[in-house]
């Protein structure tokens, strides 16, 4: 499986490509760096990333894009051009009917490092040691590219395992639906359910007086054990 990571920003989009290999090798591929001035019109800084992740999905080919969540800043004008290019990145991978996923910044972290409070710096090192890298990709944003898709090759065998186990559940919550329906529906007549026929034998065995059962026939022994 070949990934795409986009660590997705408009002055600095960061591109990294890696490829899986058996067990939880990765294999480095490519990675780059998308700029735009901040004097430039959005639409223009936004068609920069768009052309130039059109192009890298042409070349390379993935077969999926995994792009980083905007989960929470404090700068709302940083989210707001995160979320932007975030977009433009989706919308380029679904022309070319490429599936996308998304994960937060801690999962990126916590997959690549162990830690999902890690810093840059953490970061960029494991990506270097599990790339088998010379130097961390500079600047951060293509490191956080690459561990964008190092963490989508890692946690996607979990996550399609959750979807089966999810779809099953599923599958399973609509079949016992579909029985109490059925058994509903066998109760329209004005017959007992089976429940209403364990309360009326309940309430029939506590009535019998002490010592006394009714076997067929009707017989019944007082308390000196005659008839």
């Known amino acids: 499986m070949r990934v795409l990571g986009v660590d997705p920003g408009l002055t600095r ?27 430039l019109p959005l639409e223009r800084r ?10 890298w999905v042409a070349r390379l080919r993935p077969d999926v894009v995994a792009v980083e969540r905007v989960f929470s800043q404090h700068n709302v004008r940083t989210v707001m051009g995160t979320a932007q290019a975030s977009g433009v990145v989706a919308l380029i991978a679904a022309r070319a009917g490429l599936p996308v996923a998304f994960h937060t910044p801690s999962e990126v972290k916590a997959a690549v490092t162990g830690e ?21 990709p500079k600047p951060a944003d293509a490191a ?15 996550l399609d395992r959750m979807a089966q186990a999810q779809a099953r559940a599923a599958e399973i919550a609509e079949v016992h639906k579909a029985r109490l329906t059925q058994a509903r529906a066998t109760q329209e007549d004005g017959s007992p359910t089976a429940a209403q026929q364990w309360a009326a034998a309940r309430a029939a065995a506590q009535s019998r007086p002490a010592g006394s059962w009714t076997a067929s026939g009707d017989v019944r022994r007082g308390p000196g054990g005659r008839r």
């Open 144 to 158: 956080d590219a690459l561990a964008l898709a190092i963490c989508h090759c890692w946690r996607s065998p979990m």
């Open 46 to 55: 936004l068609l920069a990333v768009a052309d130039e992740v059109e192009r």
């Open 13 to 39: 989009c960061g591109i990294g490509v890696v490829e899986t290999g058996a067990g939880r090798a990765v294999t480095f591929v490519d990675v780059g760096v998308v700029r735009s001035g901040p004097d």
């Open 116 to 136: 999902g409070r890690a810093g840059k710096a953490q970061v960029a090192t494991m990506v270097t040691k599990v790339l088998g890298l010379d130097a961390p």
